[in-house]
């Protein structure tokens, strides 16, 4: 089983998912703005990637001021789900993050 977590909206994210869909997994897409993603999921994330799952280049990140970019992550990220970087793929079991080369090899 393959699920996606991400933005429906997201470029990456499209095209990882066409990508997986083509390559011939069977994927779920969750939208983390639209479906939310569980406390307990959230957790296990930041718990594999730590700081990295914190997309601090994105029009949410820059638009929070400084006291809200001192809030604990997991907390902003259930706050503000956008501002989780994408998308997390969770393949069986095993995570991982974004769309670069090493992750796309991997499907």
């Given at each position: ?70 809030t604990p992550p997991l907390a902003l990220l259930a706050e503000y789900p956008a501002l989780m970087k994408r998308p997390v ?19």
């Amino acid at each position: 089983m393959t699920v996606l977590y991400g933005l429906k909206n997201c470029d990456t994210c499209r095209k990882a998912l066409k990508a997986l869909g083509q390559a011939g997994h069977s994927v779920q897409f969750v939208d983390v703005r639209a479906d939310g993603v569980p406390a307990d999921q959230l957790a296990r994330f930041f718990d594999r990637f730590g700081m990295a799952l914190i997309n601090t280049r994105s029009t949410t990140w820059r638009g929070l001021d400084t006291a809200a970019r001192k809030t604990p992550p997991l907390a902003l990220l259930a706050e503000y789900p956008a501002l989780m970087k994408r998308p997390v793929i969770d393949h069986n079991g095993t995570l991982t993050l974004g769309w670069a080369k090493d992750v796309q090899a991997q499907f």
